[in-house]
C-alpha cells in the first residue's frame, strides 16, 4: 500500500510554507500507511558544512550532552538542535567521516538517518499526522521535500523500518511497491562498497541509485537503469540537494499522480493530497508513464 508525496517549488516565495504544504500532504496518504512516517526537509545549508540527522529510542539520555562529547571526540564544533527522538548535528564537512566512526563508538544505540549540505530526515513510529506534529514539520521551510506513510508488508514497524532511506550524502529515497531481486543487489551492491543496514526492499532502492551516482550516472541514468536492473513493482522517489527525481516500473501499476505549475512541482500516491497546495485549479494534472524517468532542479 504505502503513501507518497514530495513537493519540488520554483517559486522561492513558497519556501517558508514548505513544511506546512508537505504536512497537509502527508496527513491526507494516512490511509494508505498508518503505521510510520517521515520526510526529508531540504534547506539552505553552507558547502563547508554538514548536517547530521541522528535518531536514539533513548533521546535524552544520547542527546544530553552529544554536541559536547562528539566535539571532543572530532576536535571541532559540533552544534546540535534536538527535535523530538532526532538531533541535527552540523559540524565541518572535513571531520565527517571522523564524526561518523565516533558516533558509532560513543552513542551505540543512536543512528544516522542522514547526512548532507541540506537534506534533515526525521521519521518515527506512528500516525503521519502524530510524526508531523512531534517533530514540528509544519514550521520548517526549504527548497524541496519527500515523505512517506508506510503500511508494513516486508519487515516490522520500527523506526528504521520507516521512509526515507539514505545511503548517500543529500541523496534519500521513499517507495511504494515491493522489490522482488532486493537480496541480490543487496549482496551485490555490498561487494562495491555500499552497505545496507535495514531489511527493507526499500533501502536497498536508494544504495542502488546512490551506486549509479558515484559512478558517474545523472539522476535521470540512474532512474532509467533503474527500470532495467531492479525486479518488482514500484514508484520511487528520490531527493537530492538539486531537486527530485521520480520513476514507475514498466508495468505501472501502483498510484501516481503528479501536478505541475509555475510555482511548484508536487507528487502523490493519490490527487487529494494536492486539495490543499495553492493554484492547484490551474496546475497540469498527469500520471506519470512507465519506465520513465521525470526530474527537477534548482
Same mark, same amino acid.
Given at each position: 500500500m504505502?503513501?507518497?508525496?514530495?513537493?519540488?517549488?520554483?517559486?522561492?516565495?513558497?519556501?517558508?510554507?514548505?513544511?506546512?504544504?508537505?504536512?497537509?500532504?502527508l496527513?491526507?496518504?494516512?490511509?494508505?500507511?498508518?503505521?510510520?512516517?517521515g520526510?526529508?526537509?531540504?534547506?539552505?545549508?553552507?558547502?563547508?558544512?554538514?548536517?547530521?540527522t541522528?535518531?536514539?529510542?533513548?533521546?535524552?539520555?544520547?542527546?544530553?550532552?552529544?554536541?559536547?562529547?562528539?566535539?571532543?571526540?572530532?576536535?571541532?564544533?559540533?552544534?546540535?538542535?534536538?527535535?523530538?527522538?532526532?538531533?541535527?548535528?552540523?559540524?565541518?564537512?572535513?571531520?565527517?567521516?571522523?564524526a *561518523?566512526?565516533? =558516533? $558509532? !563508538?560513543?552513542?551505540?544505540?543512536?543512528?544516522?538517518?542522514?547526512?548532507? /549540505?541540506?537534506?534533515?530526515? +526525521?521519521?518515527?513510529?506512528?500516525?503521519p499526522?502524530?510524526?508531523a506534529?512531534?517533530?514540528?514539520?509544519?514550521?520548517?521551510?526549504?527548497?524541496?521535500g519527500?515523505?512517506h506513510?508506510?503500511?508494513?508488508?516486508?519487515?516490522?514497524?520500527?523506526?528504521?523500518?520507516?521512509?526515507?532511506?539514505s545511503?548517500g550524502?543529500?541523496?534519500?529515497?521513499v517507495?511504494?511497491?515491493?522489490l522482488?531481486n532486493?537480496?541480490?543487489? *543487496?549482496?551485490? =551492491? $555490498? !561487494?562495491?562498497?555500499?552497505?545496507?543496514?535495514?531489511?527493507?526492499d526499500? /533501502?536497498?532502492?536508494?544504495? +542502488?541509485?546512490?551506486?549509479?551516482?558515484?559512478?558517474g550516472?545523472?539522476?535521470?541514468?540512474?532512474?532509467?537503469?533503474?527500470?532495467?536492473?531492479?525486479?518488482?513493482?514500484?514508484?520511487?522517489?528520490?531527493?537530492?540537494?538539486?531537486?527530485?527525481?521520480?520513476?514507475?516500473?514498466?508495468?505501472?501499476?501502483?498510484?501516481a499522480?503528479?501536478?505541475?505549475?509555475?510555482?511548484?512541482?508536487?507528487?502523490?500516491?493519490?490527487? *487529494?493530497?494536492?486539495?490543499?497546495l495553492p493554484?492547484?485549479?490551474?496546475?497540469?494534472?498527469w500520471?506519470? /508513464?512507465?519506465?520513465?524517468a +521525470?526530474?527537477?532542479?534548482?
Amino acid at each position: 500500500m504505502c503513501g507518497i508525496v514530495g513537493l519540488f517549488l520554483k517559486d522561492k516565495s513558497l519556501e517558508p510554507r514548505l513544511g506546512e504544504l508537505l504536512t497537509e500532504m502527508l496527513i491526507t496518504m494516512t490511509e494508505r500507511g498508518p503505521d510510520s512516517a517521515g520526510l526529508a526537509i531540504y534547506r539552505s545549508g553552507q558547502s563547508d558544512t554538514a548536517k547530521v540527522t541522528v535518531q536514539s529510542p533513548n533521546a535524552e539520555a544520547d542527546f544530553a550532552s552529544l554536541d559536547t562529547d562528539l566535539g571532543k571526540e572530532i576536535g571541532a564544533e559540533v552544534k546540535m538542535e534536538r527535535n523530538y527522538t532526532h538531533a541535527l548535528l552540523t559540524l565541518p564537512t572535513a571531520k565527517l567521516d571522523e564524526a *561518523r566512526e565516533a =558516533l $558509532a !563508538r560513543i552513542r551505540p544505540d543512536a543512528t544516522i538517518m542522514g547526512t548532507g /549540505e541540506s537534506m534533515e530526515i +526525521y521519521k518515527e513510529v506512528g500516525l503521519p499526522k502524530d510524526v508531523a506534529e512531534n517533530f514540528h514539520i509544519s514550521k520548517m521551510s526549504g527548497s524541496h521535500g519527500i515523505g512517506h506513510t508506510r503500511m508494513a508488508t516486508e519487515s516490522n514497524v520500527t523506526t528504521n523500518g520507516a521512509h526515507p532511506y539514505s545511503t548517500g550524502t543529500d541523496q534519500c529515497l521513499v517507495h511504494n511497491g515491493s522489490l522482488s531481486n532486493h537480496n541480490m543487489w *543487496r549482496r551485490r =551492491l $555490498a !561487494r562495491e562498497g555500499i552497505h545496507t543496514v535495514s531489511q527493507n526492499d526499500t /533501502e536497498v532502492g536508494a544504495a +542502488y541509485i546512490s551506486w549509479k551516482l558515484q559512478n558517474g550516472a545523472s539522476l535521470k541514468e540512474a532512474l532509467e537503469s533503474s527500470v532495467e536492473d531492479i525486479d518488482g513493482f514500484f514508484n520511487f522517489v528520490v531527493g537530492t540537494k538539486d531537486g527530485f527525481g521520480v520513476v514507475r516500473d514498466h508495468i505501472a501499476t501502483k498510484p501516481a499522480i503528479m501536478a505541475e505549475t509555475d510555482q511548484y512541482v508536487a507528487f502523490a500516491s493519490e490527487y *487529494r493530497a494536492f486539495a490543499d497546495l495553492p493554484g492547484i485549479e490551474n496546475a497540469k494534472i498527469w500520471e506519470p /508513464e512507465p519506465a520513465t524517468a +521525470y526530474f527537477w532542479s534548482h
